[in-house]
């Protein structure tokens, strides 16, 4: 399962690379439990300036989280994708 997280991580590396133009608005989408613990810990790796919105799933279980924000090159995307994706029953879409 790692080495597919791997894998997508480097092929949305690649596609970022191919943008000319930056700091670049892009869009974080996560997928988490819905607590409490989960979502304060996710917020606090977003960077700074950017809009966040939820959308709850139909049992109220799991929230999605989408954050809008500048980001200075690929790499920071990447890391940043990384290490959210890496805390427990979070999932980087």
Do not use: C, H
């Amino acid at each position: 399962m790692q080495q597919d997280n791997q894998k997508q991580l480097e092929g949305l590396r690649e596609q970022l690379l191919k943008t000319k133009k930056w700091p670049l608005r892009y869009m974080f989408k996560f997928v988490m439990p819905n607590d409490k613990e989960t979502l304060a810990v996710v917020q606090s790796m977003m960077p700074n300036g950017g809009a966040v919105s939820y959308k709850n799933s139909a049992n109220g279980k799991y929230v999605a989280m989408t954050y809008v924000v500048n980001m200075p090159n690929a790499d920071s995307i990447v890391s940043l994708t990384a290490s959210v994706s890496a805390l427990p029953n979070v999932m980087a879409l």
